[in-house]
C-alpha cells in the first residue's frame, strides 16, 4: 500500500580485493537476541570506523543484516502471518518470484561470495538454550574457524552459560537445503551458526559476553585487526548427534523446571516435573538420563504429551574390549 | 466402516488430539487394492476436508446397500492436522510449523515431527494409491487440478486422468518438494496424486461434487469398488500441462488488485485480466492484460498484493502462445 518493504545492511569496508563477513539475523520474527547483537556489533564497529576505540582498525568487508524478516518482527510473530512462510526454508528464493522469495534471492545474492558468514540463530522456539555453534558436517576449516568464534564469555561458570566452546553438528532434514545456512555452505562459504538464548527474548549479558566471541572471530579472519592484540583459539568440544540425549514429557501439562540450562548433571539429576493443571498433582518428574550437560530447556510452560522437555549434550561411550577374543 | 486413530497426544490440558482414519474393509479376504484418501495437511484447507465428508457419505450408504462392491480397501483421513482445523489455520499452532514441510524428518526432533512420521508410516502401511487433498492458501484460487513431479509423471498421469479434474500440471522437481507427504510417498512406491481445488477456508460445492464423481470413478477404475449402481457419468478430459505451457501472470506493482476475469475464462493475448490500483491516491497503477491465450486456472483472490505476486496462471493452448 505504497510502504517500501526495504532490506538493510550495515557495511564496513577497508578497500577493494579484501575478505567479506556477513553476518545475518531476524530470519524469523521472534530471534530478537541475533537483532540485539547485532546492534551491539554495529555500535562496536561504527565506533572503530569514528577512532573511538584506539588500535582497533576495520581491515576487511562486514555487512549486517540486523532484521531480515522485518515484516514478521513488526508483527511481533515467528512467521509473517501474510504468506505463512518460513523464511529460512526459502532460500535461496528468486529475483521474479513473489516477496519472500526476491527477499531471499537479494540475500543470498548479497552473501553467497562472502569468505566468512556467521547466521544468528535462536533456541527452538518455547525452550532456552545455551549459546552455541552449529556446524554442518564440519571439516578441518569450518572446526578452525569455530574454534575462533568459541571461547569461555566472561562470568560463565556453573550458574552461567559456560561459553561458546560447545560446538553441534546440525542434522541435515529433507527441508534443510531450503536453509540460507546450507546454502552457503553449498557455495563454499566457511559459514557459523550462532545459536542460543530463547525466542521472543534477549539477554544482554550474554549478548555484550558474545560480542567479545565475535569481535576475536573477525579478528582471527582479518576483517578486523588490532595493534597488538591478536585473536585467539579458544576450547572448544565438539558434539555430534550420537552425543545429544532428548528428554521427553510422557505426560502433559504443566512443566516446573528444577535444573539450569548450561548445567553439567549427574545422572538422575532432576531436571523439572509435570503437574496436572486443574489437580496440582504431580505427573511425572524428570531425570537426567545419564552424566552430561543441559543444552537446552522447555522455557514455556504449558506442554504437550511426548514434547522435548530438555536436550543433554553427553560424552560418547566408552566402548570396551575385552583382551581377549 | 472402523474408525482408528493413528496418531495420539495429549494437549496441556489433558484433552485428547487424535488423527482419524476411517476404513472400509474389503468384501474379500484379501483387498484387490487399498488406496488412501487424506485432507487437511494444511489446517485451514477445508475443501478436501468437505470431499472427505462426502466421500465417507458415499462410501457408508454403499457399505449399507452393496457390501460386495468392496473389491479393495478404502482408507479415508479426513483431518490430518487436527488442531491447525480447529483454528482455521494452515500451520500446525503453538509450533508454527508447516506439516508439508515436515516429512521425513527424524521423529525425535518435535511432536510434529514424530507426529508427521507416524502418519506416513502408516499410510505407507495401508496405502497402494494415495490422494492428498488441499486447497490454495489465502491468495489464489484454483480450478480442481492435480500436480505432479516429472520423475513421477509415468505412474502417476494414468492414475491423474481418472480423477476428473480440469488441469494436470507436471512440473520439474524441486528442493522444496523433498519435505512433503505426497513426494516422501512416491518416493516409497506409494503412487500419490496431489490434488489442488479451490482456496482456503472455503467451500465449492460444485468442486466438491465433481472430484466426488472423479474419486469414485477412481476408486472403480483402481479396482477397489464394482458398484453396479456406479454413476455413469463421462469424466472431464483434463488438459495436461508441462512446464512451458504454464504462463503466469504476476503484478508489477503493489497495490489493490481488482480482478475481471473468473476461474475457467479463456483469455486471449491482450485481454483485460484486472487493474492495480493504489486506494490512497486514486490512481489506477498497472492495467493487467494477458500476454497469453489460454484458460485461466489459477486466479488472484485476495485483492493485497505485493510487486511479484502472482495474479492468474493460464494454461497456454500451445507451447507459441508464450
Ligand atoms: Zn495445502
Redesign the interface.
Known amino acids: 500500500?505504497?510502504e517500501a518493504?526495504s532490506l538493510y545492511k550495515n557495511v564496513w569496508e577497508k578497500g577493494h580485493f579484501v575478505d567479506t563477513l556477513s553476518i545475518v539475523a531476524g530470519l524469523h520474527g521472534d530471534h530478537l537476541n541475533g537483532l540485539h547483537l547485532v546492534s551491539l556489533l554495529s555500535r562496536f564497529l561504527q565506533d572503530v570506523e569514528d577512532g573511538r576505540l584506539p588500535g582497533f582498525r576495520i581491515a576487511g568487508k562486514i555487512q549486517l543484516f540486523p532484521m531480515v524478516n522485518i515484516q514478521a518482527v513488526m508483527e511481533g510473530?515467528?512467521?509473517w502471518s501474510?504468506?505463512?512462510l518460513?523464511l529460512d526454508?526459502a532460500f535461496p528464493g528468486s529475483s521474479?518470484?513473489?516477496?519472500a522469495?526476491?527477499l531471499c534471492n537479494v540475500l543470498y545474492k548479497h552473501t553467497a561470495d562472502s569468505n566468512y558468514a556467521l547466521l544468528l540463530d535462536a533456541s527452538?522456539?518455547r525452550c532456552v538454550s545455551i549459546p552455541h555453534i552449529q556446524l554442518l558436517q564440519p571439516d578441518r576449516s569450518l572446526r578452525r574457524a569455530a574454534r575462533y568464534l568459541a571461547g569461555e564469555i566472561p562470568g560463565g561458570g556453573p550458574d552461567r552459560f559456560p561459553g561458546l566452546g560447545i560446538v553441534r553438528e546440525l542434522?541435515p532434514?529433507?527441508?534443510f537445503?531450503?536453509r540460507l545456512y546450507n546454502q552457503w555452505i553449498e557455495n563454499n562459504v566457511c559459514a557459523l551458526v550462532l545459536a542460543g538464548g530463547r525466542s521472543a527474548g534477549i539477554d544482554p549479558e550474554t549478548n555484550g559476553a558474545l560480542l567479545a566471541n565475535v569481535v576475536n572471530f573477525m579478528l582471527a579472519v582479518g576483517v578486523l585487526a588490532h595493534a597488538t592484540r591478536k585473536a585467539e583459539k579458544g576450547e572448544a568440544r565438539f558434539y555430534s548427534l550420537e552425543n545429544e540425549r532428548?528428554v521427553s514429557a510422557s505426560?502433559?501439562?504443566?512443566f516446573l523446571p528444577e535444573a539450569r540450562v548450561g548445567e553439567s548433571l549427574r545422572q538422575g539429576r532432576k531436571l523439572g516435573e509435570l503437574r496436572?493443571?486443574?489437580s496440582g498433582e504431580t505427573l511425572e518428574e524428570l531425570f537426567a538420563p545419564q552424566d552430561g550437560l543441559l543444552l537446552t530447556l522447555r522455557d514455556y510452560p504449558?506442554?504437550?504429551?511426548?514434547?522435548?522437555v530438555a536436550t543433554l549434550l553427553v560424552e560418547k561411550e566408552r566402548r570396551w574390549y575385552w583382551p581377549f577374543s | 466402516m472402523r474408525t482408528r486413530s493413528v496418531v495420539a497426544y495429549k494437549g496441556p490440558s489433558g484433552a485428547s488430539v487424535e488423527i482419524v482414519k476411517q476404513t472400509f474393509s474389503s468384501a474379500r479376504p484379501k483387498p484387490a487394492r487399498r488406496v488412501s484418501f487424506l485432507a487437511g495437511l494444511h489446517g485451514d484447507e477445508l475443501e478436501g476436508v468437505y470431499l472427505c465428508f462426502l466421500l465417507v457419505q458415499y462410501l457408508r450408504r454403499l457399505k449399507e446397500t452393496e457390501p460386495g462392491a468392496f473389491l479393495g480397501e478404502v482408507n479415508v483421513y479426513p483431518a490430518v492436522n487436527p488442531q491447525a482445523l480447529c483454528h482455521g489455520s494452515r500451520l500446525w499452532p503453538f509450533f508454527s510449523v508447516d506439516m508439508n514441510r515436515l516429512m521425513g524428518e527424524p521423529a525425535g526432533n518435535s511432536l510434529p515431527a514424530g507426529a508427521c512420521r507416524e502418519l506416513l508410516a502408516d499410510l505407507k502401511g495401508c496405502s497402494d494409491l494415495a490422494v492428498d487433498l488441499h486447497s490454495s492458501n489465502q491468495h489464489l484460487a484454483e480450478l480442481p487440478q492435480i500436480r505432479i513431479v516429472k520423475d513421477f509423471e509415468k505412474k502417476l498421469l494414468p492414475l491423474a486422468l481418472q480423477c476428473n479434474v480440469d488441469v494436470i500440471w507436471v512440473h520439474p522437481m524441486a528442493g522444496v518438494f523433498e519435505s512433503t507427504l505426497g513426494y516422501n510417498l512416491n518416493r516409497a512406491k506409494v503412487p500419490t496424486l496431489v490434488m489442488e481445488l479451490g482456496i482456503c477456508l472455503r467451500i465449492h460445492r460444485d468442486f466438491c461434487s465433481q472430484i466426488l464423481d472423479g474419486a469414485i470413478h477412481l476408486l472403480h477404475h483402481a479396482g477397489v469398488l464394482n458398484s453396479s449402481r456406479r454413476p455413469r457419468g463421462e469424466i472431464k478430459m483434463p488438459l495436461v500441462l508441462k512446464a512451458d505451457q504454464v504462463g503466469l501472470v504476476q503484478a508489477k506493482r503493489a497495490g489493490l488488485f481488482a480482478g475481471r476475469v473468473k476461474l475457467g475464462d479463456r483469455v486471449g493475448k491482450g485481454d483485460k485480466i484486472g487493474d492495480v490500483v493504489d486506494p490512497v491516491r486514486g490512481e489506477t497503477l498497472e492495467e493487467v492484460v494477458s500476454p497469453f491465450k489460454g484458460t485461466i486456472f489459477t486466479l488472484r483472490e485476495l485483492p493485497l498484493i505485493y510487486e511479484g505476486a502472482p495474479l492468474v496462471r493460464v494454461a497456454l493452448d500451445g507451447p507459441d502462445e508464450r
Open positions: 500500500m505504497g518493504v510473530e515467528r512467521l501474510f504468506d505463512n518460513d526454508l521474479c518470484g513473489e516477496l522469495d526476491r527452538e522456539k542434522q532434514t529433507p527441508a537445503q531450503l532428548r505426560h502433559p501439562g504443566l496436572d493443571i486443574y504449558l506442554v504437550y504429551q511426548n514434547e522435548t
